[in-house]
Nanobody
Framework: VQLQASGGGLVQAGGSLRLSCAASGLTFSNYGMGWFRQAPGKERGIVAAINRNGISTYYADSVKGRFTISRDNAKNTVFLQMNNLEPKDTAVYYC???????????????????WGQGTLVTVSS
C-alpha cells in the first residue's frame, strides 16, 4: 500500500489549499481515510476522517466549517479542501488509511495502518 500526499505549500492567512492523497496497492473503497497534521513540537493529531463511501465525516473542532474532506473512490483519492487558513494551521499534513467496516470513522493515529509521506502547509500572517 502506498499513499502519496500532495498539494501543500505557502499561503497567506485567509487563503485556501486543496490537499490530495492518491492511494495504490489497495482496494480503496474498503478503506477508511483520515487526514492528520503535526506542527513542530506537537503531537500528530486528527484533522478529518471519512468513511468508506464518503457518507460520514468527522472534523476536529479547530477546523470545523473551514475544512472539507472528500473522496473519489473511482480515482483512489482522498481530498482535504482547506479554506480560510490561519497561521495555526501550519503543519505537516499526513493522509492515512485503514481497512474498515462501511460506516466506521477512525480518529486516532493508532487506528490507521498506512501513512503517506506528509505535505507541508505553511500559513503566513
Amino acid at each position: 500500500v502506498q499513499l502519496q500526499a500532495s498539494g501543500g505549500g505557502l499561503v497567506q492567512a485567509g487563503g485556501s489549499l486543496r490537499l490530495s492523497c492518491a492511494a495504490s496497492g489497495l482496494t480503496f473503497s474498503n478503506y477508511g481515510m483520515g487526514w492528520f497534521r503535526q506542527a513542530p513540537g506537537k503531537e500528530r493529531g486528527i484533522v478529518a476522517a471519512i468513511n468508506r463511501n464518503g457518507i460520514s465525516t468527522y472534523y476536529a473542532d479547530s477546523v470545523k466549517g473551514r475544512f472539507t474532506i472528500s473522496r473519489d473512490n473511482a480515482k483512489n483519492t482522498v481530498f482535504l479542501q482547506m479554506n480560510n487558513l490561519e497561521p495555526k494551521d501550519t503543519a505537516v499534513y499526513y493522509c492515512a488509511a485503514r481497512r474498515a467496516i462501511l460506516s466506521a470513522l477512525y480518529y486516532g493515529t493508532g487506528d490507521y495502518n498506512y501513512w503517506g509521506q506528509g505535505t507541508l502547509v505553511t500559513v503566513s500572517s
